[in-house]
């Protein structure tokens, strides 16, 4: 019994702790890593690399704006079929290839 009320008790800590930082406009580097559900190794190899946006105003510790991170994960968009079937229509109808 007392095992149930603990896993629970962890479940809401943790969810308050990922509603506390969508709140937030800054993360830390633990936070990021969280919030972008990759490792710290893989995080920390994609900073200095320069493929994620990040902050290191003492030279030191690194930061990250949340909304830069979201940004950054809605790059590079891939089309679905539907959406590459009609650009596929388009193309053919505007270059008269198609006659309807």
Do not use: C
Not at 53 to 78: A, V
Not at 91 to 96: C, D, N, P, R
Request: glycine letters at 4%; zero cysteines; a positive charge.
């Amino acid at each position: 019994m007392d095992e149930i009320i603990l896993t629970k008790l962890n479940s809401i800590e943790k969810m308050l702790m990922e509603q506390n930082m969508l709140k937030k406009e800054v993360l830390t580097f633990n936070e990021a890593a969280i919030y972008l559900e990759v490792s710290h190794s893989h995080l920390y190899k994609m900073t200095s690399t320069g493929v994620v946006p990040s902050y290191k105003p003492n030279g030191k510790k690194l930061y990250f704006n949340r909304k830069e991170l979201d940004n950054w994960l809605l790059s590079n968009r891939q089309s679905s079929l539907e959406e590459i079937d009609q650009q596929a229509a388009d193309y053919l109808i505007k270059k008269g290839r198609v006659k309807l």
